[in-house]
């Protein structure tokens, strides 16, 4: 049955709330009766395939949140990610063309496919690692003991960071990880804990900037530091980048880790697939990115009055792209509720879209492919403790905050 205009306004809200993480699928597929439509707080939310790919590559919206007409937008773009005290630009993903172009293409030349798959044997060891530090154990946590501390490490041992100094970027990685989120999201109180964060991680940057000004070394910093003075870029554009690989980097690729574990021992049938055919992890990983993505939404602003699909979204609205859904939407995938690593079209929109397409992509599947393998290679007969866990409160970039499993024991490798 359709919903009047006044039921959709509403449910949008009850996708932010907590009691609707574990399972926000359902909320979608009635948000996508009507695939544009207005809730109660003036959100314009897009909940369809084909309308939310055509708005990720429309000039006329924006992702930079100072052109937001709400205060909460230029009051968290003004501090987010940056230090203290310090203005400077916002970091790329909240820029648009041209210098939103102009600096992503300063790190893409570096995230080199031999830098990326040059990671692939280190990242097999990292999780090895980690695993082997608990086999002597009958419980494991997905979260705590193998998806939180992967992804700093890695990012950091790419960037150049010092082994010894990588704890101190766990805790940053937490604190700023919600420096992604709408701005809306965040209270005055976390913004300035975030705050204290980017200006602590500054700080330590600066220093390790320094350090490779004297002694360039073969890593992503050294790389960064040089295409960045080529191009007449300050220290500052530098830092705030880096700063913000380390986020979006971050608690992503924890939620890809723990939603494929999920999802892996809620389809059994799968996993014995995957112990079998270890090379269907490229297929499973892609299926997660599109079933059960870490990003459910982004969010933009328009920068004029945009007709799309019957409505006209009015210049200067806030709207939610909701990637998670037009991911499951059936006028574009078949059997799109049905998890299939085998599906022939998959052309999801776990990584967003157009100019904004995920840069780390690439090392985000290499983390996420290993992880997934090894862990159906040694876990012994694992079983879920509690279906479902519990949730992190993030509606936009979703994930469990724990995933304990029972096993029987750790193979060896
Ligand atoms: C499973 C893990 C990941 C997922 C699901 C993911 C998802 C996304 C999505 C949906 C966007 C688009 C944002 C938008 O349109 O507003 C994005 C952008 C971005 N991601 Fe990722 N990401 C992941 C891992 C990573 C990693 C490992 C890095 C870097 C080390 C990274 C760096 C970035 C950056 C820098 C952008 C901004 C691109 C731009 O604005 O041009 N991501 N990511």
């Known amino acids: ?58 000039p006329r919206i924006s992702s930079d949140e100072r052109k937001s007409s709400k205060e909460a937008g230029a009051l968290a773009a003004s501090g987010k990610l940056t230090p203290a005290g310090q203005p400077s630009n916002p970091p790329f993903i909240f820029l648009d063309p041209p210098e939103h172009d102009r600096l992503r293409r300063l790190v893409i030349q570096q995230f080199t496919p031999e830098r990326v798959e040059g990671m692939r044997e280190h990242v097999v060891e990292l999780v090895n690692h ?82 490779r000004q004297k002694e360039p070394r073969d890593d992503m910093l050294s790389g960064l530091l040089a295409s960045y003075r080529q191009a007449g870029r300050g220290e500052r554009d530098l830092l705030v980048t880096m700063t913000l690989l380390l986020v979006a980097g971050h608690e992503t690729t924890v939620n890809l880790i723990t939603n494929g574990t999920l999802t892996l021992l809620r389809h059994p049938e799968v996993l014995e697939q995957l112990r079998r055919e270890p090379d269907l992890v490229i297929r499973v990983v892609e299926e997660l990115l599109r079933f059960d ?6 969010t933009r602003t328009t920068l004029t009055d945009i007709p799309i699909a019957g409505v006209t979204i009015p210049k200067g609205a806030a709207v939610a792209l909701l990637l ?19 599906r022939s079209d998959n052309e999801h929109l776990g990584f967003g879209g157009a100019i904004h397409y995920c840069v780390g992509a690439p090392l985000a599947r290499v983390e996420t492919q290993v992880a997934l393998s090894i862990l159906a290679q040694r876990l012994l007969n694992p079983r879920m403790e509690v279906d479902p866990p519990p949730y992190r409160e993030n509606a936009s970039l979703r994930g469990p905050e724990h995933l304990l499993i029972r096993i029987d024991g750790i193979r060896d490798i």
């Open 1 to 58: 049955m359709t919903q009047t205009a006044t039921e959709q306004g509403k449910v949008f809200a009850r996708i932010l709330d907590p009691a609707s993480r574990a399972n926000p699928y359902p909320l979608y597929a009635r948000l996508r009766e009507t695939p544009i439509s207005r809730q109660d707080d003036g959100t314009y939310v897009v909940s369809t395939y084909q309308e939310i790919a055509a708005l990720l590559h429309d």
């Open 130 to 211: 980690l695993l082997d530090a608990k086999k002597n154990s009958q419980q494991i946590d997905i979260v705590d003991d193998l998806a939180y501390p992967l992804p700093v490490t890695v990012i950091c041992d790419m960037l150049g960071v010092p082994r010894e100094d990588e704890p101190r970027f766990h805790k940053w990685a937490t604190l700023l990880a919600r420096s992604l989120d709408p701005a809306q999201g965040i209270s005055e109180a976390e913004l300035k804990q975030t705050i204290q964060a980017a200006t602590e991680i500054g700080e330590y940057m600066n220093g390790l900037i320094e350090a």
């Open 324 to 342: 998670a859904s037009g991911s499951r939407d059936p006028r574009r995938f078949t059997d799109p509720e049905r998890f299939d690593p085998r």
């Open 293 to 298: 993505p870490p990003v459910q939404f982004r």
